[in-house]
Antibody
Framework: QVQLVQSGADVKKPGASVKVSCKAS????????LYWVRQAPGQGLECMGM????????AYSQKFQGRLTLTRDTSTNTLYMDLSSLTSDDTAVYYC??????????WGQGTLVTVSS | QSALTQPRSVSGSPGQSVTISCTGT?????????VSWYQQRPGKGPKLMIY???ERPSGVPDHFSGSKSGNTASLTISGLQADDEADYYC??????????FGTGTKVTVL
């Protein structure tokens, strides 16, 4: 069955960077685009960006341009989200999600990133 | 890429119908038939309920339905059940491989 398993919670200081991983299994890794979506406490969902597993090509939401880097490792079917220059506003649960153009059909369990001094 | 606008909350009694609106622009909701809806229970991740405006994934109850007119999409829950109480988010393709989500609606079953 399709699974997206993310790395565990992390705590970072303001100005630092965080790297979250998401391991995909149960389907051909190259067949679907993968997205990162975040949710601040008590807030809504926010699309951050996308990676095409086959080529490594990426697209980023304007809000995160210059601060977000998405990569993937096709040997382990794992994608990575690297967010730099963290502030308290980046405290959120970060999800990876599989996209079928029609919608996001499978989601990771979420990773809580807390930014605090 | 502004968030799509949803009502903060809607409520209804068991058996009633409720409709959640999702208003965007011609650059997102109005420009593509790629609107989807997600249910999120407290402490859990989102679950796909509707895709391509009107389609239901396998396993989603048929009392959930979707529609769209112009720049506004809607999710209707007919025959409201206690188990439907959750937050609901719409999403639309917005071009250049980016999606935009709605502000979210809390559904309360009275």
């Amino acid at each position: 069955q399709v699974q997206l398993v993310q790395s565990g919670a992390d705590v970072k200081k303001p100005g630092a960077s965080v790297k979250v991983s998401c391991k995909a299994s149960g389907y051909p890794f190259s067949d679907h685009y993968l997205y990162w979506v975040r949710q601040a406490p008590g807030q809504g969902l926010e699309c951050m960006g996308m990676i095409k597993p086959k080529t490594g090509s990426t697209a980023y939401s304007q809000k995160f341009q210059g601060r977000l880097t998405l990569t993937r490792d096709t040997s382990t079917n794992t994608l990575y989200m690297d967010l730099s220059s963290l502030t308290s506003d980046d405290t959120a649960v970060y999800y990876c999600a599989r996209n079928t153009f029609s919608g996001f059909d499978f989601w990771g369990q979420g990773t809580l990133v807390t930014v605090s001094s | 890429q502004s968030a799509l606008t949803q009502p903060r909350s809607v409520s209804g009694s068991p058996g009633q119908s409720v409709t959640i609106s999702c208003t965007g622009t011609s650059s997102d909701v109005g420009g593509y038939n790629l609107v989807s809806w997600y249910q999120q229970r407290p402490g859990k991740g989102p679950k796909l309920m509707i895709y391509d405006v009107t389609e239901r994934p396998s396993g989603v109850p048929d009392h959930f339905s979707g529609s769209k007119s112009g720049n506004t999409a809607s999710l209707t829950i007919s025959g409201l059940q206690a188990d439907d109480e959750a937050d609901y988010y719409c999403s639309s393709y917005a071009g250049r491989d980016i999606y935009v989500f709605g502000t979210g609606t809390k559904v309360t079953v009275l």
